[in-house]
């Protein structure tokens, strides 16, 4: 079982930018794929990012190409998501999940708060 806790959100104006992290623990983190998902009010939980556990495979909505960059530091175990040119639509909870590039997600994160304001 391996534990997730995301930090780094926080309000921003339009076009800004923040960077989450999400801490593991357990002993499995560096052998899976990571994902950032989000989920707006009113809307379902989307996928936002994901990267395998070497680093050399990534993926990323549309809605979110060429503006977010996923990372991972298997040592310190910790995944990590830079936004850049926020939109106030990017306004959700932000969550991580730990599992397979193949979107088995098993474990998740509490979550941590993103606003853009316009």
């Known amino acids: 079982q391996v534990q997730l806790v995301e930090s780094g959100g926080g309000l921003v104006q339009t076009g800004g930018s923040l960077r989450l992290s999400c801490a593991a623990s357990?002993?499995?983190?560096?052998?899976?794929?990571m994902g950032w998902f989000r989920q707006a009010p009113g809307k379902e939980r989307e996928f936002v990012a994901k990267?395998?556990?070497?680093?050399?495979?990534?993926d990323y909505a549309d809605s979110v190409k060429g503006r977010f960059t996923i990372s991972r530091d298997n040592a310190k175990k910790t995944v990590y998501l830079q936004m850049n040119s926020l939109k106030p639509e990017d306004t959700a909870v932000y969550y991580c999940?730990?599992?397979?590039?193949?979107?088995?997600?098993?474990?998740w994160g509490r979550g941590t708060q993103v606003t853009v304001s316009s």
């Open positions: 357990g002993r499995t983190f560096s052998t899976y794929a």
């Open positions: 999940a730990h599992g397979t590039y193949s979107n088995q997600f098993g474990s």
């Open positions: 990267i395998n556990w070497r680093s050399t495979n990534t």
